[in-house]
């Protein structure tokens, strides 16, 4: 099981961090990813690492704005948002599976999404 929080309502230009707490003891063996989903619009990637926290990727649109983290101790995953803009805007799920990739239909677990909304 996993539980997304964090999200909310910030400016252009500002910050948030999410955070995803997953149960169980197996953690360190999943990838996880956060993908996002804005009305109206497909699910998309946004970043993903892998269980020991030695690889990791992001979709161009956020390249250098996030970074994805880890703390295996803490069964957490955490997905720091920064330079936000509008488009940015969109319910933030993390998501476990057994492979490295930004496919959605490969992880099997999802959180319940967190919104972000990012004001003009």
């Known amino acids: 099981q996993l539980q997304a929080s964090g999200g909310g309502l910030v400016q252009a230009g500002g910050s948030l961090r999410l955070s995803c707490t997953a149960s169980g003891r197996t953690f360190s063996q999943y990838t996880m990813a956060w993908f996002r989903q804005a009305p109206g619009k497909e699910r998309e990637f946004v970043a993903v690492?892998?269980?020991?926290?030695?690889?990791?990727d992001y979709a161009d649109s956020v390249w250098g704005r996030f970074t994805i983290s880890r703390d295996n101790a803490k069964n957490q995953v955490y997905l720091q948002l920064s330079s936000l803009n509008p488009e940015d805007t969109a319910v933030y799920y993390c998501?476990?599976?057994?492979?490295?990739?930004?496919?959605?239909?490969?992880?099997?677990?999802w959180g319940q999404g967190t919104q972000v909304t990012v004001s003009s």
């Open positions: 998501a476990a599976g057994m492979s490295f990739t930004v496919r959605p239909r490969q992880y099997d677990f």
């Open positions: 690492i892998d269980g020991s926290a030695s690889r990791n």
